[in-house]
Every structure is written in structure tokens, then in C-alpha cells.
């Protein structure tokens, strides 16, 4: 069956607009709001920011380039395009990583994403107490344990399904398009708002102003790390939201642009909470807590700071759903072209998949967190399984067999059109595929599961 008969048979984006739109949203969420902005404080800031732009251009565009050709060029889910691609062997086993994991991130993201949702609403009604950060982690304790997250995993879950059952264009992209915009308006009006903190030139110059004997062994690979999972490379999203891509999307330009904007919403978090937390004289190096604990604490300070509470956590929501819209999409193109399911029934299935472990995820710090499996909760395992398992593994094997094993002209074609315009970047992106990606992931999987101490 030839691409084009393909491209009629199967949903395509109806805009190049939509198509960034949506492959931004994919790679944007909570990795770029909450935890660059953390990473970047315990790892010396700009000295962080240097290495994990460097990684972003060597190793992120690299991948998302693989994932975009093989979704493209077979036009199917993960699983069919390995299928496709080299028939008769046993390469289609990867796809099973990235369904997989992108069942446990929607499970324990979704989780998080629904605290998202009770601070934003909380916060709407003036009912967050953050008079110090003692109180506002007894407060984020209290809100995150006994039957309440369950309510509000389930109503993102819920915002979730509603814009997954319109389809790929009615909407995906269609939400995308209003989504998208909104979210960087907003990154923009804190930008700005940015400006007027007394802190304001500490913390740029903290994210801005390297200290290069700062760069150790463990800020290369926080860094790397970052990149990696900032971009939501390894688990499939790209693939698939490549493979609706119409035949006129310049692969190479939609990848760098989707890259350049993702890091551009990590690098404006950056500007938002740095000068923030330098402005109370609070630490960068607040790790995770950072978002829901240190951050409502400093609105609270600020004059109108119920509305800037209220529009910051809207903006993590706004993340996340974009984040997790993609997560979804894996596995109903899976289930409707590989299992026959209709759009309706894939996304059933999908999200009612996603709501299983979603509940358990979120009584595990509650109800469930005496329930452990090798002396983890459900929320732990299912983080450590997806981020330091799948992820890594799902990213390498898609450079390697890119890299190694599929034919260069079909890469060649699918980064010139079939010769229309110029790829001069290609062999350079060859090389990265087989050499300096599959090593960079390599390391970071053997950190991540502890068999690497630098």
C-alpha cells in the first residue's frame, strides 16, 4: 500500500500549525514547568542550562528526527511501524515498550496533574494557606493523601477523554491550536511579571551566568536526563503524531522547531520562578517541592497573589493535558489498528487503562502506601518502571534501528521529499543516530537504574 493511499485512508493534521501545535504540546508539560526549573537549582543553574541545551541539539533532535521518519514513512502506530519497516523480525517487540510505557506516565502524571487541578481551583477561592512553607507542606501533605486525589485524577482524566474522543483534527488539534497559544500567553504575562521582583537580576544571573567548574559528572547527567525526558522521546509520542503529518511537513524544521520551543518554555519557567525564590530569600534548591510548596508561599507575598496563585497552576494544567493527550494517543492507534477498535472503543479502553492505574497511583499516598512491591508504592514503581526503564530502553532502540537498520534512502526521502529540497545535515544525523545517541541513552539507563555512579 503506497504512503499516499495511506495519507486518505488515515487522519491527517489539517494544518502545518497544528502539526507544531500538537508536537510541542506533546513534548511540553510538567518536565518543562516543574522539573527543569528544579533540576536546574540543585545542579548550579547556568551551568546546568548549558549542558542540556548541548544534549538537546545532539541528542533530543536526533531522536525526534528517528520518530518522525518512522512515523511518516509507515503512517501506522509504534507497533505497525516497526512491523512495517522490517518485516518478519522481531523489531516490532519495541513497540510493546512505548504502549506500556505510556499506560504507567498517563497513570502517575495523571495523578499529579489532578494536584495541578485542586491548587488551581483552591487557589480560585482563596483557600490555599501558605503563610509560611511549613504550612504549605502540611497543607500539600494533606491534599495529596487520604480519597481527594482520586477525585481529581479522575476529573483530568475526564478533560483527557473529552478531547481524545473528538479524533486526531476535530480533537487533538483542535485543542492543541487553543491550548498551545494560551499556555505560552501565559509563561509571557508571568515573564513580564517577572520583571518587577526585586530578585529579578539574581535569579537570571543564576540561570544565565554559568559557573563552569560547576559542571560535574552528575549535572551532565541530570542534564542529559533532562533533555531526554523533557522532549517525550523513547515512549512513541512523536512517532505517532508523526505518522498524521501530511506529505508537505519538512521533517527536519518541524523537529528543530518543536525542540527550539520546547526548551524556550523550560528556559521561561526558569524566569519565572528564579527570580521569585531569590526575591524571599528562599533556596533554588528546593528540589521537587518547589512547585506546590515553595511557589504558593511567594504568591501568597505578592499583591493580587490569589490570581497569580490561580493562573500558575492553570498553567501547569494546561501542560499537562497537552503532555498526556499525546500519552493516550499511543495506545488507541495501537488498539485501532491492531486490534480493530473503533476510535470510540480505543479511547475507552485507553482511558479507563489509564484510570485503573491512575487510582491506585493516587491512594498510594493514602489508603495503598503501606501496599509495596520491592519496597515501592504503586506511584514509585510506576514512575521508576516508565522513566528509567522504558523511556531509556524505547529511545535507544528506536537510534539503533533507525541508525543501523533502515534503509538510507528512505530517511533520505523522508527529509528531502523525495528530493525536492535540501537535508545537508543528514549524514551528520546518521552518525548521531549510530553512534552518540544510543551511547548518551546508554549511560543514562545505567544511571537511572543505578548501575552507574560518576
Not at 61 to 77: D, H, K, L, W, Y
Not at 79 to 86: M, N
Not at 239 to 249: C, G, L, P, V
Request: charged share 10%; glycine share 10%.
Amino acid at each position: 500500500m503506497t504512503q499516499k493511499k495511506n495519507s486518505r485512508d488515515r487522519a491527517v493534521f489539517a494544518t502545518r500549525f497544528g502539526a507544531i501545535a500538537t508536537t510541542v504540546g506533546s513534548a511540553v508539560g510538567l518536565g518543562n514547568i516543574w522539573r527543569f526549573p528544579y533540576e536546574a537549582g540543585i545542579h548550579g543553574g547556568g551551568a546546568f542550562l548549558i549542558c542540556y541545551m548541548a544534549f538537546v541539539f545532539l541528542i533530543g533532535i536526533p531522536v525526534i528526527c528517528a520518530e518522525f521518519c518512522m512515523g511518516r514513512q509507515t503512517r501506522s502506530n509504534i507497533f505497525g511501524a516497526y512491523r512495517k519497516l522490517r518485516p518478519g523480525s522481531p523489531w516490532y517487540l519495541a513497540g510493546y515498550i512505548g504502549i506500556l510505557a505510556s499506560i504507567l506516565i498517563l497513570s502517575f502524571y495523571s495523578v499529579v496533574a489532578g494536584w495541578t487541578v485542586e491548587y488551581c481551583l483552591t487557589s480560585a477561592f482563596g483557600q490555599l494557606d501558605f503563610t509560611d512553607t511549613a504550612t504549605g507542606h502540611r497543607q500539600f501533605m494533606e491534599m495529596t493523601t487520604g480519597w481527594r486525589p482520586v477525585v481529581w485524577t479522575v476529573v483530568f482524566l475526564l478533560c483527557n477523554f473529552i478531547i481524545l474522543i473528538g479524533g486526531v483534527t476535530k480533537g487533538i488539534e483542535r485543542a492543541s491550536n487553543i491550548l498551545m497559544p494560551l499556555l505560552f500567553l501565559l509563561l509571557v504575562s508571568f515573564c513580564i511579571n517577572s520583571f518587577t521582583m526585586p530578585g529579578f537580576y539574581e535569579g537570571l544571573s543564576f540561570l544565565f551566568s554559568p559557573d563552569f567548574s560547576k559542571i560535574t559528572p552528575s549535572v551532565l547527567l541530570g542534564a542529559l536526563g533532562q533533555a531526554f525526558f523533557s522532549l517525550s522521546i523513547g515512549l512513541g509520542c512523536m512517532m505517532t503524531y508523526a505518522s498524521y503529518f501530511n506529505n508537505n511537513s519538512r521533517l527536519g524544521k518541524t523537529a528543530m522547531t518543536t525542540a527550539l520551543l520546547d526548551s524556550m518554555v523550560a528556559v521561561l519557567a526558569g524566569i519565572i520562578i528564579f527570580p521569585a525564590v531569590f526575591s524571599f530569600g528562599l533556596s533554588p534548591e528546593a528540589g521537587p517541592t518547589l512547585v506546590f510548596e515553595v511557589l504558593p508561599y511567594i504568591f501568597s507575598q505578592l499583591p493580587a497573589g490569589v490570581i497569580w496563585s490561580t493562573l500558575f497552576f492553570l498553567l501547569l494544567f494546561l501542560a499537562s493535558l497537552t503532555s498526556t493527550v499525546s500519552m493516550s494517543e499511543i495506545s488507541i492507534t495501537y488498539f485501532c489498528e491492531e486490534k480493530k477498535m473503533s476510535r470510540q472503543r480505543a479511547t475507552i479502553v485507553s482511558s479507563l487503562l489509564g484510570l485503573a492505574g491512575g487510582l491506585v497511583c493516587a491512594l498510594s499516598f493514602g489508603p495503598l502506601s503501606h501496599v509495596t512491591i520491592c519496597g515501592q508504592t504503586f506511584f514509585s514503581l510506576f514512575d521508576y518502571l516508565s522513566s528509567n526503564i522504558c523511556l531509556p530502553l524505547g529511545g535507544m532502540i528506536c537510534c539503533v534501528f533507525v541508525g543501523w537498520f533502515v534503509d538510507k534512502k528512505i530517511i533520505r526521502d523522508q527529509f528531502t521529499d523525495r528530493g525536492k529540497y535540501r537535508f545537508p545535515l543528514l549524514g551528520v544525523l546518521v552518525f548521531c543516530l549510530k553512534w552518540i545517541c544510543p551511547i548518551a541513552i546508554f549511560v543514562i539507563f545505567l544511571n537511572s537504574i543505578g548501575l552507574l555512579h560518576l
